[in-house]
């Protein structure tokens, strides 16, 4: 149990690290601050991210798998294309 636990506690404090994160991101967006800043923020996001999908055995191929079918075609065929 103590272990669930623990587990359970990391992720809470990944997903707050990657909602802060994700937040950090848009401020260096809308201050349009310098490229290596918002580079910086993205990579910290992005870290966090995988770090958390890991955790929740979401493997990043996948994830790139479907960054590929998204980018293979328009935003309205993609949507289409989604199970209801």
Do not use: N, P
């Not at 404090?13 to 848009?26: I, V």
């Not at 191929?61 to 998204?70: H, T």
């Amino acid at each position: 149990m103590m272990a669930d636990t623990k587990l359970r506690e990391t992720a809470k404090r990944l997903e707050k690290q990657l909602r802060e994160e994700a937040d950090e991101l848009c401020r260096t967006l809308e201050d349009k601050e310098e490229v290596s800043r918002t580079a910086s923020e993205m990579a910290d996001m992005l870290y966090h991210a995988m770090v958390l999908l890991s955790k929740r055995d979401v493997k990043f191929e996948d994830v790139l798998e479907v960054l590929r079918k998204r980018f293979s075609q328009s935003g309205i065929e993609e949507k289409q294309s989604r199970s209801k």
